[in-house]
Nanobody
Framework: QVQLVESGGGLVQAGNSLRLSCVVS????????MGWYRQAPGGQRELVAA???????NYADSVKGRFTISGDNPKKTVYLQMNSLKPEDTAVYYC?????????WGQGTQVTVSS
């Protein structure tokens, strides 16, 4: 059983930054092929950033150049550094695997960006 706990969200003004954290606990040896998803009100959950333990990363066009995903295996934590935030980044952010059957979703962390 794997548990995902996201944190770090908040209310910020456009142009500011936030750093999200996702702690992965349970029966997992290492974090790999994980990503951050977001779901805006009335919208579908979308993948915005993904990383592999080999160092590879991938980003949605909407966040490329502003968001950076990283992982810390000893801490079993995945981070999302979000800079130059825009109102359209407002959503609940979740972490999970990006391939295969997803683990049970965590509660997410709310990010609200005011203009």
């Amino acid at each position: 059983q794997v548990q995902l706990v996201e944190s770090g969200g908040g209310l910020v003004q456009a142009g500011n930054s936030l750093r999200l954290s996702c702690v992965v606990s349970g029966s997992i040896i290492a974090i790999n092929l994980m990503g951050w998803y977001r779901q805006a009100p009335g919208g579908q959950r979308e993948l915005v950033a993904a990383f592999a333990s080999s160092g590879g990363t991938n980003y949605a066009d909407s966040v490329k150049g502003r968001f950076t995903i990283s992982g810390d295996n000893p801490k079993k934590t995945v981070y999302l550094q979000m800079n130059s935030l825009k109102p359209e980044d407002t959503a609940v952010y979740y972490c999970n695997k990006v391939v295969g059957l997803r683990w049970n979703w965590g509660q997410g962390t709310q990010v609200t960006v005011s203009s």
